[in-house]
């Protein structure tokens, strides 16, 4: 009987071996398709198990993650939630990852390509996959002074470095707080976020670049005036200012604000025009200009752009081939003008930085656990949609519109201010728009901002961008100039 | 035919002393490294658990030297290697589970039921001096085993857990009695089979050149068959179906040298499982969940869902594993049983796995190099039988796990949280030991 015991135990090899292969198929060939299976939760517990790096505003954390006592490790805390959520978005473990969270996640979760000798130093050192860093370029105190100066009022504040494309501060009005996500009860988390759903002023829409978009108004008289500059007008050219301008082939006409005639003899300088923010006189110039001259001026300061900052930025529109009544109200930035407060504040950053546009950016660096510097994002020119020359000469049509024009309210003692308002009709029975873009110091500009506040948000009274959005802008301005402008 | 097969008079009582200290220094520190990464070391408890493996290891160690002096020296520290793991893994399981809030004292309980079991081999080769008595029992043996298959199966008494109904409770603890009933098969298997063998061996037809049985010889193994069949379908137990039915017919190969009867048996099990699945929904369900395990449907249907589960981990744990007490083994539902072998292959990763199998390997080839050492065909059978035994056990489960063949509620022998799956393997290992240290023993000193 010894030869088939022989024989069993080459059967028995056989089955072991069989478990083996089996094995080595599921643990090794089969193994990259079972991880990214959807269904394998445990890919969920490793990425949100793992350190997460802190996102950094001015060298402190904003966010970052501690260790906690649950199946997840780590828990997302936030030290200003509500200030900083437009920026670093929410991180759930029920429902994803927005914002830089979103974006950033392969360099915060650690396992980006261009952290792979961090994860092999991380290895031979026995150390466990830590994330990286993401600082932004944000500053703490201008993106406080916004949030406070915007208040309860729902609308959004963009302030940039025009030198750079840096973005100051970015705040969306109402916010909420990312950490009521970041629980890691989906429970409780589910409750919260359907309760933010639930509320109508929609807390979780960043206005400031991804909300519904805006009708510009005067401010994108700016991108006008721009447009005629390059086209041979100068500060002195007259226009026409009638108190009612006949809008070809319709019996409409457009009146000024609140039906005031911009000159006595209907003629006016094109500076005085933008001082008092004439609609009669813009209208008649568009016209005049022609939309595709105007369209295209859009453009050069950002119109249609798809950009990503690395947030993605809903494109600003305009209308696609107006008719001469359309044209005219189009270059008053109503009809079918839309722009997010970002592209407004790029406008103003342009003209700000000697006609050369910067692409804005948020992210400004980002380290890895152990500090070594991973990527460093340097200051990239957008484009070039004004002349050194125009911009000067459009920069100081805009200081005298802060200084005795339609934003005095956004005057700051001691430092020339540049800006121009906007007063957006939203076209339904509720209050306009109120604008402000605008830099400062107007010689050598460390800030472009814009704001803009939905429907004149809860002030009394009558709403323009003067009276409601440039005190918010000047708030703006006179922090990040106080916070020396260095960035 | 030689039967009997000269070995060298070796005891290898100190290479088994040595084997022991490696299998102890194994149990002890996968121990330390389960209680260092749940943050629970303390290191005069684990003394005390090093003190206590060592004593057992000790006391194995002289009472074999007593009772059994020429026993196979590799067969109890592979066993004692393969327990201790499976005591940190199980204890492993328990932080796991307090973690998520479910309190679980398996750790603790195994460690009571791995004793009890040395214990029972112990007893073996203290009561049981010659092996050959065993045969006197042979029918005995066939009716214990055949009560212990059926007893589930007794209202009130058996209890069904999860679709199989393979368990009975007595006093508060569920034992699942197909554990023992296999070891009192492999001994009438053993007995009725060295008796029969010349009859069986008989030459019936020829068929496409190969000699069949005669069928009127056929009797015995249609009488498993039919005990195996009903054990699927009413028991729903494709395990012990097929576990019975393989030591089967693998003794009746090395009793009868026939491959024929292989085939012819292989033939009627391939046949009764296809029939079943045709037949029984909750057969038809298995086979699904084991072909399409990964189709959405058959996954949402919660059929496969466990397997699948069991397949993220092992997925999870790649070549080298995530490392014991830094896996998520607990998110496969019974991970501390019936998915052991796939929280080790997270934790352990494959290297471990092999590891594990080889240890297995090596068992039950000591029990093979046993039968080829006995003089006598009853020892020969029941050694095969035994060794087969545990072989075809881990093919089952851990093949169920690998998706080689359908998941069944077998337990993989002494890695598995289970008391019953515990005591009988350890029984298995006394009667091994006390089958080896017959056949090792010299000639003049025979008894």
């Avoid at chain 1, 006949?246 to 001082?275: F, M």
């Avoid at chain 1, 656990?369 to 050194?388: G, I, Y």
């Avoid at chain 2, 060794?387 to 890695?415: E, S, Y």
Wanted: aromatic share 8%; net charge negative; hydrophobic share 50%.
């Amino acid at each position: 009987m010894n030869e088939p015991v022989r024989r069993l135990s080459v059967v028995v090899l056989a089955m072991f071996l069989t478990l083996m292969v089996a094995a080595s198929y599921i643990q090794v060939i089969a193994a990259g398709d079972l991880n990214a299976d959807a269904r394998n939760v445990r890919t969920l517990y490793r990425e949100y198990g793992t350190f997460r790096g802190p996102i950094v505003v001015d060298g402190e954390s904003v966010v970052w993650s501690s260790p906690v006592d649950d199946p997840y490790n780590y828990q997302r805390t936030y030290s200003d939630g509500p200030l900083y959520a437009a920026a670093t978005g929410y991180y759930s473990t029920v429902f994803g990852r927005t914002g830089i969270e979103q974006t950033e996640n392969d360099l915060l979760s650690g396992t980006a390509d261009s952290l792979f000798w961090t994860r092999l130093s991380d290895l031979v050192s026995g150390e466990t996959q830590r994330g990286a860093s993401v600082e932004l370029t944000l500053d703490a105190e201008v993106q406080q002074a916004a949030a406070s100066a915007l208040g309860d009022d729902a609308g959004a504040v963009v302030a940039l470095d025009p030198r750079t494309g840096e973005v100051l501060a970015m705040v969306t009005s109402p916010t909420y707080d990312p950490a009521v996500l970041a629980n890691h009860s989906s429970s409780e988390v589910n409750a919260a976020y359907q309760e933010l759903l639930a509320q109508e002023d929609g807390p979780l829409v960043n206005r400031a670049i991804a909300g519904d978009l805006y009708p510009p108004g005067s401010t994108f008289k700016l991108i006008v005036a721009a447009a005629a500059l390059e086209a041979g007008y100068d500060a002195d050219s007259e226009l026409y200012a009638p108190d009612e301008l006949d809008l070809p082939s319709t019996s409409n006409t457009i009146s000024n604000y609140g039906g005031k005639s911009c000159a006595a003899n209907e003629r006016q300088t094109l500076a005085e025009s933008l001082e008092i923010s004439c609609n009669t006189s813009f209208a008649n110039l568009g016209m005049q200009l022609g939309w595709s001259l105007v369209e295209s001026k859009a453009a050069e300061f950002g119109w249609g752009e798809q950009l990503s900052i690395p947030l993605a930025v809903t494109p600003s529109v305009l209308p696609d081939d107006p008719d001469g009544a359309q044209t005219a109200m189009a270059s008053l930035g109503q009809f079918d003008d839309r722009a997010t407060p970002l592209q407004m504040a790029m406008v103003a950053a342009g003209i700000a930085n000697d006609g050369v546009l910067m692409r804005p950016y948020l992210v400004d660096s980002v380290r890895d656990a152990n500090l070594r510097l991973v990527e460093d994002f340097e200051p990239e020119q957008l484009s070039e949609p004004m002349t050194r020359a125009d911009a000067n000469e459009l920069t100081d049509m805009m200081v005298t519109v802060v200084e005795s024009g339609t934003g005095t309210a956004a005057r700051i003692s001691g430092v020339e201010v540049a800006g121009k308002t906007g007063t957006a009709e939203t076209g339904t029975d509720a209050r306009p728009h109120a604008w402000f873009v605008g830099f400062a110091p107007a010689d050598d500009p460390v800030v472009a901002v814009a704001v803009l506040v939905e429907n004149g948000g809860t002030t009394d009274g009558e709403v323009t961008g003067g009276r409601v959005a440039a005190p918010i802008a000047k708030a703006v301005m006179e922090a990040a100039i106080a916070a020396g402008g260095d960035s | 035919m030689a039967t009997v097969t000269d070995v060298k008079v070796r005891t290898g009582r100190r290479s088994e002393l040595g084997l022991l200290g490696l299998a102890v220094g194994l149990a002890v520190l996968a121990r330390g490294l389960v209680d260092y990464h749940a943050d629970f070391l303390e290191l005069d408890e684990l003394a005390i658990y090093a003190a206590g493996w060592t004593a057992v290891a000790l006391l194995i160690h002289l009472a074999i030297r007593r009772w059994a002096p020429f026993a196979d020296p590799v067969l109890v520290p592979a066993v004692l290697g393969l327990n201790g793991i499976g005591l940190a893994m199980i204890r492993r399981m328990d932080f796991a589970y307090a973690a998520r809030g479910r309190d679980t004292d398996f750790g603790e309980v195994q460690i009571a039921w791995t004793l009890l079991g040395v214990a029972l081999a112990m007893l073996v080769i203290l009561l049981l001096r010659d092996y050959r008595l065993l045969r006197r029992f042979t029918y005995t043996a066939g009716v214990l085993g055949l009560i212990g298959l059926l007893l589930p199966l007794v209202p009130g008494l058996g209890t069904e857990i999860n679709g199989a109904r393979i368990w009975i409770s007595v006093f508060g603890r569920s034992l699942q009695p197909a554990e023992f009933a296999k070891i009192a098969f492999v001994i009438f298997f053993a007995g009725f089979l060295v008796t029969n063998r010349d009859t069986l061996a008989l030459a019936g037809p020829k068929v496409l050149g190969m000699r069949f049985p005669r069928p009127r010889d056929m009797g015995p193994l249609a009488l498993v068959w039919v005990a195996a069949m009903l054990v699927q379908i009413y028991e729903r137990d494709l395990g012990t179906s097929l576990l019975l039915f393989g030591i089967f017919v693998a003794m009746l190969y090395v009793a009868t040298e026939r491959l024929s009867w292989v085939i012819v048996g292989l033939g009627m099990f391939a046949t009764g499982a296809v029939l079943a699945g045709a037949l029984f929904s909750h057969v038809a369900s298995r086979y699904t969940a084991w072909l399409h395990a990964l189709d959405a449907e058959v996954y949402r249907s919660g059929t496969s869902e466990q397997l699948v589960r069991g397949l993220f981990g092992m997925a999870s744990g790649g070549l080298f594993g995530t490392g014991l007490g830094e896996g998520r083994p607990d998110l496969v539902p019974y991970a501390e049983s019936d998915f052991i072998v796939a929280s080790i292959g997270e934790e352990l990763g494959l290297t471990g796995l092999m590891a594990i199998l080889t240890l297995y390997v090596i068992i039950v080839q000591r029990a093979m190099r046993t039968a080829i050492g006995t003089r006598h065909g009853f020892g020969k059978l029941l050694a095969a039988g035994l060794g087969f035994a545990i072989a075809l056990q881990v093919f089952i489960v851990v093949g169920g796990v690998t998706r080689v063949i359908p998941l069944t509620g077998l337990t993989t022998p002494f890695l598995a949280y289970g008391g019953s799956s515990m005591l009988a393997n350890w029984i298995v290992i006394g009667l091994l030991l006390r089958l080896s240290d017959q056949a090792r023993r010299p000639e003049e000193v025979t008894p």
